[in-house]
C-alpha cells in the first residue's frame, strides 16, 4: 500500500477521502432528473477527472438486481488509477432497507428481541451476502445506538436496546456476519445518538453528558466492535458539551455553540483512535445534513473534519448534474489549499488515505479475480432473495415477535371463522393477503373468511367500523405508531376507538404495535397485544408471486403467523415501555413493560 500512496498525486489522495451519492442524474440533453441506474458518460467522466474513489448508492439506484450488479460493476469501470471503489449502502435491516430486491431482514430491535446472538449474526451474514452477490462492499450497519431516550425521533427501533451490554452484543455480533460475508461492517452513529431528542438530518442534536458517563454507557457497543474487528466507525452530528467544549460561530444565527463530534479531534482522535484503538475508516454521516451544514459552511467544517481525524467525508455536496461540477472542483481546491498552506498536514492526508487503501486490500478488492458482468449477473441472480436466505429471514423475524398479553385469545382460530382486520394503509392489508397465501401454498392454512378496513385519516368510528366488528368474529387491529405522537392524531385515535367500542359489545381485540413499540401501553387492556418493530408493508406484486425476489416488509407478516398459531415466538422487550401522556411524551420512572417482558407462543 505504500507503494500506491507513494505513486498518488494530492487530488487523487483526497478523492480516496471522499465518498458521493448519484441518486438521480439529469445528462445534458434531458429536462428533469431521474434516478439514477444506468451508468452515464458523465457520471463517469466526472469522477475520472475528479479522482473520486468511492460511491454511496441510495434506494434510487436500485431497480432489479441484474440492473444494480450492472451499475456497481460500471462504477468500478470507472477507475483508472487502479484503486477499486468502495460502494457502500445503508442496509440496516428493518425501517432503514434500500435494495429493492432480496432479503431485507426484520432490523435491529427485532432482532434483539430473538434474544438469540446466532439470529444476529445471521442477519448480518445473510445481508453481508446478498450485497457482496450484487457488488457492494460496504455496509452503513448496524446502528449501535442505544435508544435510551423513547422519544429519539431517528433512531428508535433501529437499536437493538436500551441497555449497553445488550446493544454491544447484537451489534457486534451482526458486524461479524457483515464482514465474513466479505462486507465491510460500519458501526454508528459514534460517539451514540440513542439518548437525543432531535433528529441530526434536521437539526443539531445536544447530549447532556460527562464524560464518565458516556465511556459507560455510549461508547460500550463501538468499543466491543473495534475490540472484535470491525473495519468502520461512522460519527454522528452530535454535541456533547461536558466533553467537548470547542466553540465555533454558527452561521445560521450567529452565536457560539459547541462543536458536534465530527468535527471534533477530541471525540474522532483522542477517544476513538487513542482510547478505543480503532485502527479502521472513519467515516463522517452525510455532511449536507442540517447537524453540520445549517451551522457550519462546507469549507470550513470538511477541514474541520480532517483535522480531527475523519478517513473518508460522505456526500459533501449535492451532485446531480454536470452544473454541480464547479461545486465538486472547489470542494476538492478548497482541500487541496489547506495542504499546501499547512491548515491541514500532509501527514493527515497520508495516514487516511493509507488506512482507505488498506480496508481495500482487506475486502480483496485489488486481488479480486477479473468477473465478467454477466457472469457475475448470473451469480446474483441466484445468490439475492434466495430461498434459504428467505427462510432464514421469516425465523428471524418471527421469533422477534413480542407477545405482551394473552387473555387466551392468542392464537386465533380462522378457518370457519370471520376475521376483521384494521390497518392504516393498504400494504398492510397486502400483508395480510400475502401471508395467508404462503400459508395456504404451504397446506398449513385453509381459506380464511376475512374484511379489511383502512383507517387511514380517520379519528373516529362510522357505522361500516361499527357493523365489521359487531360481526367479526376475530379482530385483529395494526397500529403504527410514530415518535412524540400526540394521542389526537388518527394513529392513535382511531385504534383507541376500535378497542373501546369492541370492549363496549363484548369483542376481543388482537393489537399488533407495527413500528414504536412504545405505543403499546395505551392498548395494556386488550385480551392480545403483540409487538413486530416495523411497520413496512408488501407490494402488490408480491402478493400476486409469493416466491418474488422483491424486497417487502418481513415483520408484519410474521406477527400475522403468530397470531394465527402457525410460528412460534418468544421474544423478549430490549427496552422499556412506560407511561406515554396525551402529548405522546414519556415518563420513563413509570414503567408499565420492564425490559425482558414477553410471552413465548409455540
Known sequence: MENILKRLSLREKIGQMLMFDFRKWQN????????????SDEVKGMIQRNKLGNVILFAENFESVEQITRLNHAFQSCIENDIPMLIGVDQEGGRVVRMSNGCSLPGNMSVAATDSVDHAYTAGLITGKELAAVGINVDFAPSVDINNNPNNPVINVRSFSSDQNLTAKYGTAMAKGLQDAGV?????????????SVDSHIGLPCIDVTYDELMNFEIVPFKDAIDNGCKMVMCGHIQFPNIEPTMLMSKQDKREIPISATLSKRFLTDILRDELGFKGVLITDSMQMQGVSSHVGSE????LAI???????????????LKDEPKLVALIDNIVNAVEDGRIPMSRIDESV??????????GLFDAPAVDVDTAVSKALSAVGCEENRAAERLIAAEGVTVLNN????????EGKKTLLFAGYANKVNAFQFTLGRLKEEGKLGDVDYTSYVYANKKELDDEAKAAIASADNIILLTETEPNMAHSNWYIAFPKAVCEYAKSIGKRVVVISAF????????????????????KGVPGAVVKDIHSTLAYGVNIPA????VLGKAHCGGKLTIDLPEMDENGKFDPSKVVYPLGSGIELN
Open 300 to 303: 470550513l467544517a470538511n477541514i
Open 407 to 414: 387473555n387466551g385469545v392468542l392464537p386465533i382460530t380462522a
Open 559 to 562: 406477527a400475522f403467523e403468530v
Open 28 to 39: 445534458s440533453d434531458e429536462d428533469k432528473q431521474s434516478d439514477y441506474t444506468v451508468m
Open 516 to 535: 414504536m413499540p412504545y405505543d403499546a401501553v395505551l392498548y395494556r387492556d386488550v385480551d392480545g397485544l403483540l409487538l413486530c418493530y416495523c411497520a
Open 354 to 363: 493509507m488506512r482507505v487503501l488498506t480496508l481495500k486490500k482487506e475486502l
Open 307 to 321: 483535522n480531527a481525524g475523519v478517513d473518508i467525508l460522505l456526500m459533501c455536496t449535492a451532485l446531480r448534474s
Open 184 to 196: 465491510a461492517a460500519t458501526v454508528k452513529h459514534f460517539p451514540g445518538h440513542g439518548n437525543a
